[in-house]
């Protein structure tokens, strides 16, 4: 490995990405008349925008019942406005919605200072069509099925150090085990120094907390507390992961290597992209775009499902049966299931370029608008008794109805890691199931971490070997 001295200095960069991307920065956006906009709180757009990152979970459920299907919430800056949608039939609308008109990179831009502007997440018309062609190949079907036993491996010697008996926070372990396939599978990492020295600045990547995401519509903050040392932080994420780039561009085994990252570095080589393929700044943008879309969202979907498990006796034994027989379509269902019942991220947002009608409303250009992801998962009409945990749901004649369940968004911007996560939490799945079996320990309900939630307790277990 060259020593990360020899790399061009990068902390520019970081610094150019933070005030480009401030989403308070840039062009000034055009005032949205909000007269004739759905009902919604006459709270303060600060009170409402910490309502709506704090305490999601009681204020999404909260406004359905006080203000119908279709309500306004107004967020800093500038008090615009976002126009929920709770119905199967309206996000059928928005995710069918001309992707020149239904901007989702705007909805994003929370997450630019991170991201970057590259992010598949934040781009939007040519520029993300591109993208999204470039990184689609690294997450197919054949790919994914180069994944597979590397992820299984991964799992497997996560499950061997766990002691007979143990109690621990599910989700600390899976956060662990997702972070490791992350840095192994996605960015093709397996130098042990390289690996200890972007763990840490990883995770503090992920654990921003709602105060910091706010903290970016004002950059003056930055400077200081909490702001100045997640900036600090992504400095040297930024350094650690332009040198991985450089040196990977470099490595004579690029051609046979399967990780996405090499991937993404050969896409363009063969002619393919006008533009030559993805340049350094493009890489690192959709790399930290995968790993915080792909990291903390899969750990916690299985740390629920582990703990939701260890509380349903007869259902940990048919997931014990199904790992054994590799019954994929149940554990699948599992883990689809602890996504319905646990929602991971809250809403899915589009920006509108021009004046658009949506379940009869009328909606002016600038206002964003998306379906909620926590009331679609919750409505009684859309899941029979929400409140129970029943993988059943995701099997036989009758899984749930299209829109109902949108924990990947829907349309051209659904998730292009869907199907990687999904074989990730199954493969994790039957490496646990296999060999342990699982107890809830204590009750869980979820708290905020930043634009995702998890157990507030972590999802605690107790393991033991199966007799």
Known sequence: MAALSDTPDTRELTEQRFRRMSFVGGDAAPPVPTAELPPGPRWPALAQTVALLRFRHRFHPWLQRRYGDVFTVRLVPQGRPLVFFTRPEHAKEIFAGDPEVFHAGKGNGILGPVMGEHSLLLQDSAAHKRARKLIMPAFNGHALRDYRGLVARLAGDEVATWRPGETFRSLDRMNRLTLEVILRVVFGVTDEERLAELRPRVNATVEISPAILL???????????????????????????????????????????????????????????????????????????????????????????????????????????????????????????????????????????????????????????????????????????????????????????????????????????????????????????????????????????NITSVPRRGARVRVSPRG
């Open 215 to 449: 903290g970016w519509s004002y950059p003056r903050l930055q400077r200081y507390g909490p702001w100045k040392r997640t900036v600090d932080n992504q400095r040297e994420l930024d350094r650690l992961m332009y040198a991985e780039i450089r040196e990977r561009r470099e490595a004579p085994d690029l051609a046979e290597r399967t990780d996405v990252l090499s991937r993404l570095i050969r896409v363009g080589a063969g002619g393919d992209d006008p533009d030559g393929g993805l340049s350094d700044t493009e890489l690192r943008d959709q790399l930290v775009t995968l790993l915080l879309a792909g990291h903390e969202t899969t750990a916690t979907a299985l740390a629920w499902a582990l703990f939701e498990l260890g509380r349903h006796p007869d259902l940990l034994a048919r997931s014990q049966r199904a790992a054994d027989e590799g019954d994929d379509a149940w554990l699948d269902a599992v883990l689809k299931e602890s996504m319905r019942l646990h929602p991971v991220i809250p809403m899915v947002v589009r920006t509108l370029m021009e004046p658009v009608t949506i379940a009869g409303v009328d909606l002016p250009a600038g206002a964003t608008v998306g379906p909620s992801i926590i009331v679609a998962h919750g409505r009684a009409d859309n899941h029979p008794e929400p409140e129970r945990f029943d993988p059943d749901r995701f099997l036989g004649d009758s899984p749930p109805a299209t829109n109902t369940w949108i924990p990947f968004g829907g349309g051209v911007r659904r998730c292009i890691g869907a199907g990687f996560a999904l074989m990730e939490g199954v493969e994790v799945l039957r490496e646990v199931l296999r060999s342990h079996d699982v107890e809830a320990v204590g009750g869980d309900v979820a708290k905020v971490r």
